[in-house]
């Protein structure tokens, strides 16, 4: 993907490691885990901006929503950095609610491309704004957690935060 060079960014901890932020003046535009994604964009020509108000209000909402305090996250996002059917994929991802899980087939249906599922599966992988855009939350037709660009340990550490076994 492409990403603006207008964007700012800062890292920020988690208890599943730390955490690549980065917003633009419409709202937050990317949260990687640092380590581990693989599509995670190297942001040495965005201005490193910790004190930015969008970042900051990322880093206090993933604090909450790990403490067990928040259960929707209340950000603006820019999610314009994909193609079309990404971002179609990515809006309906934020309609799944917090401690709920669903198919990848469903969600092509939710999408309306019912056939698309190897597509939805890998527009979800390439989802920019991990945990606040619930991709974690997509499993498998037969229950089994199936890839998580974070690592499946993160998958299954944030599915358990929302009290999923």
Same mark, same amino acid.
């Given at each position: &993907?492409?990403?603006?060079? $207008?964007?700012?960014? $800062?890292?920020?901890?988690s208890p599943l490691g730390p955490l690549l932020l980065a917003a633009s003046e419409a709202g937050l535009a990317g949260a990687w885990f640092v380590e581990r994604q693989r599509d995670t964009p190297d942001p040495a020509r965005w201005a490193q %901006? @910790? =004190?930015?108000? &969008?970042?900051?209000?990322a880093t206090t909402e993933l604090a909450e929503y790990f403490s067990g305090r928040r259960q929707h996250f209340d950000l603006p996002l820019d999610l314009t950095h994909g193609t079309a059917f990404q971002q179609a994929v990515w809006q309906a991802l934020l309609g799944i609610g917090f401690g709920q899980t669903i198919h990848y =087939?469903?969600? %092509?249906? +939710?999408? =309306? +491309? @019912?056939k698309a599922v190897r597509a939805v599966g890998a527009a979800v992988g390439r989802n920019p704004v991990s945990i606040i855009v619930p991709c974690h939350r997509v499993i498998g037709a037969n229950g089994s957690l199936t890839g998580y660009a974070g690592g499946l340990d993160r998958k299954m550490a944030l599915l358990r935060v929302e009290g999923i076994a």
């Open positions: &993907m492409k990403y603006s060079d $207008s964007l700012v960014c $800062s890292r920020t901890d %901006a @910790p =004190g930015h108000p &969008m970042l900051q209000q =087939g469903e969600l %092509a249906r +939710r999408i =309306g +491309r @019912p």
